[in-house]
């Protein structure tokens, strides 16, 4: 088979293919909102991700940092672990807190801390008498990720305490020239406890946050379909005809508010029964917290999906912003970066993102099997945002409708 | 039945309606003629309580209402002009379900879906998806889900717009039967043909001014227009020099050249015409075809706003 080129064709067909390009870039300008999401939206992604993971980079001493919070029991209150103490609170990556043996046990327990430090009674005696030193890390089980990080840092640190015996048992800083000989470091082996639990089922960390992660950001890409279908309805004219009844727009908006929730849930649900079938996640502990969670968690991001069809003019539109504050609020909401891994200042970042509520609640319940007492604070924040962005979102949908009928 | 008086709306740039004046009686058509952009659609949006008036008042049976009064928007059915459906729901269930926004209770609105789906010659395909209708098939179902609640006053706006002609006739039909059953309808177009048949009255709006508005009769009255010709010219290249022509009668007669025909209305044409038509042939103007037409709601359009409907 002959191939003929015929060139006053191709230079008609490179002209065509300019017009074609011309008139999709004339499109692509012309929504500048849905523009700069598509332009910016890597640039900040690339971002959260950065600062995310740099409390994890070997070389970060700036303010990205991860400063761990390790409590700190002193039982014996003497002379040697307020010097043990004193030396701990100079690593920098450290934020030493001074709290009684109860405090301890809710801040490891409620999760918020991975572990505490205990030095108990006896000691100073101990470390006179070079016998095995009565201290101990007790810690969260099933935080192993974050234990290993707490113990990569404390472990070598405490290697280099190098202490010195005084000739009257005490240790002191001062140099071996004024003072006794060094401290066989051998005898300060630190114990690791896990905390006593009473649930027989322990979820494990590593399975809870794939799972509620990722649940949460479907359930985003899912509440930003039901703001679609508003658009939708806008676009086909349905919207108009359900104006034109005697259907009132605070009811449409309910409506819609109503079906986010209903098809969350049942998604939710989906996905928790097949966690739980495929990868053995128990979610039957505490069944009237998980369905508040989930009622609370549906809530919450539906709103979101009515406030996104608010603030957009079509669906094209919409689904560029849904798709750059999805991935942004998940990655800055630890649906797809473990928040213990973020530094300081990007865990509490996190706080803004509806992600990290719902993982916290969820992690509540599953992970740390905290009475429903407990977890009802982190319910009600996620209700109050819901709140919130439903609120504004219903600002916007009266603006829209106004649009709509002008 | 239903008063509109002094009623306007203006958006940033424009002014839609400016003080419109309308009275739609119980159980009669009004047709409500204009071009496109003349502030029909935005006239039904107001009446509908879809949108707001800036000024003006609405009297349901001699009483100001709210257009959003749910009592009134019980009372009207509205038929838009794009077709607002679920495009991937059947016919029967869009119908349902727009009936189940007006109350009505599923047996009652089971029987109505049925009865209205054989009216509009569609109970046959009643199960398939609206998005697998023809266009008309669509307009048809479009105008289905505005009456299922049994509604007193009907606003149908620019009903037939793109159809074939089966499915208008079906339409036509099916208004006729709607008008029999004492429904008040407000009918929205640009066909003239469609408002002189249907409409008992006939409003000529344009750049969001009622014109004038009465029956056909009336409005023939008005016009003053007794008849009209229809001079076709064969193509030239001079110029047809229409002042010339109608020096002596423009007072009266209405000139207007399209393309090659020179449509001419006003009273007594026929004792004027021997004489515009040498007028023509000094001109050089070769003439084509001379038809004398009935006095039709063209030509009173034509007479009212100085440019054709279909311009």
């Known amino acids: ?406 | 039945m239903l008063s509109i008086s002094a009623l306007s709306k203006s958006y940033p740039n424009h002014a839609a309606l400016k003080q419109i004046d309308l009275h739609l009686q119980e159980g009669k058509m009004l047709g409500l003629l204009g071009p496109n952009g003349a502030g029909k659609t935005t006239l039904i949006n107001i009446l509908s309580g879809l949108s707001k008036r800036d000024a003006g008042t609405i009297s349901w049976f001699n009483k100001e209402i709210a257009t959003t009064d749910s009592r009134y928007k019980q009372s009207i059915g509205v038929v838009p002009q794009e077709i607002s459906l679920y495009q991937d729901l059947s016919a029967y269930q869009n119908l349902l379900f727009w009936g189940s926004l007006y109350g009505l209770k599923k047996s009652v609105s089971k029987e109505k879906t049925d009865r209205i789906l054989q009216d509009l010659g569609l109970y046959d395909r009643r199960h398939d998806l609206v998005k697998t209708y023809s266009g008309g098939m669509k307009r048809r179902i479009n105008i289905g889900a505005a009456l299922l609640h049994d509604p007193s006053l009907i606003f149908m706006d620019e009903p037939t717009v793109g159809i074939d002609p089966q499915s208008r006739n079906l339409i036509y039909n099916y208004i006729e039967k709607l008008k029999t059953s004492g429904k008040t309808i407000l009918y929205t177009t640009h066909y003239l043909e469609e408002a002189e048949n249907l409409c008992d009255r006939i409003a000529i709006l344009d750049n969001g001014k009622i014109i004038v508005q009465g029956t056909l009769d009336e409005l023939r009255t008005i016009s003053k227009i007794q008849e009209s010709v229809e001079i076709l010219l064969y193509a030239t290249e001079l110029p047809v020099d229409i002042a010339a022509i109608s020096a002596e009668y423009q007072h009266r007669f209405s000139f207007y050249l399209k393309d090659h025909a020179l449509t001419i209305s006003g009273s007594g044409i026929a004792e004027a015409l021997p004489d515009l038509l040498s007028t023509m042939i000094n001109q050089s103007l070769k003439i084509k075809k001379i038809e004398i037409k009935k006095i039709n709601l063209e030509n009173i359009f034509l007479q009212f706003t100085g440019y054709q409907l279909r311009d």
């Open chain 1, 1 to 406: 088979m002959k191939i003929f080129f015929c060139s006053s064709q191709a230079t008609n067909s490179e002209t065509d293919m300019f017009k074609i390009l011309q008139k999709d870039l004339l499109l692509l300008f012309s929504d500048k909102r849905a523009l700069a999401f598509k332009f910016l939206l890597p640039v900040l992604l690339i971002s959260v991700f950065v600062l995310a993971f740099s409390g994890m980079r070997s070389d970060n001493d700036g303010p990205g940092i991860q400063k761990i919070s390790l409590p700190v029991v002193d039982l014996d209150s003497s002379e040697t672990t307020r010097y043990i103490v004193r030396q701990l609170s100079q690593i920098p990556s450290f934020n030493l807190e001074h709290v009684d043996s109860i405090q301890a046990d809710k801040l490891v327990r409620t999760g918020k801390r991975i572990g505490v430090l205990v030095l108990h009674k006896g000691f100073s005696d101990a470390f006179s008498a070079q016998t095995p030193l009565p201290w101990e890390l007790v810690y969260q089980e099933g935080r192993d990720m974050e234990l290993g990080i707490l113990k990569s840092i404390l472990l070598p640190n405490l290697r280099k305490l190098n202490p010195f015996h005084t000739p009257d048992g005490n240790i002191s800083d001062n140099s071996p020239a004024n003072s006794g000989a060094p401290l066989d470091l051998s005898g300060m082996q630190l114990t690791f406890r896990p905390l006593a639990q009473e649930p027989a089922f322990r979820n494990d960390p590593w399975l809870v946050q794939p799972v509620v992660g990722i649940a949460l950001i479907l359930l985003l890409f899912n509440v930003s379909g039901i703001g679609g279908s508003l658009l939708e309805e806008k676009e086909t004219g349905t919207l108009k005809r359900l104006l034109q009844s005697p259907l009132k727009p605070a009811g449409l908006f309910w409506a819609k508010m109503l079906q986010g929730m209903f098809i969350s849930f049942i998604q939710l649900s989906i996905m928790f029964l097949a966690a739980m079938l495929i990868f053995g996640l128990h979610i039957e502990y505490n069944i009237p917290g998980l369905l508040l969670i989930m009622l609370a968690t549906t809530f919450s991001f539906s709103s979101f999906g009515l406030l996104l069809a608010g603030i957009s003019k079509t669906r094209g539109q919409m689904q560029g912003i849904a798709i750059a504050i999805i991935l942004l609020m998940s990655a800055l909401g630890g649906s797809m970066i473990p928040i213990f891994i973020m530094p300081d200042f990007m865990q509490k970042l996190a706080r803004l993102s509806v992600n990290y509520w719902g993982l916290e609640a969820f992690y509540d319940l599953w992970w740390r099997q905290l009475p429903l007492r407990l977890i009802l604070p982190k319910i009600g924040i996620l209700v109050s945002i819901g709140l919130l962005i439903t609120s504004v979102a219903y600002l916007f949908f009266r603006r829209f409708i106004r649009r709509l009928a002008s």
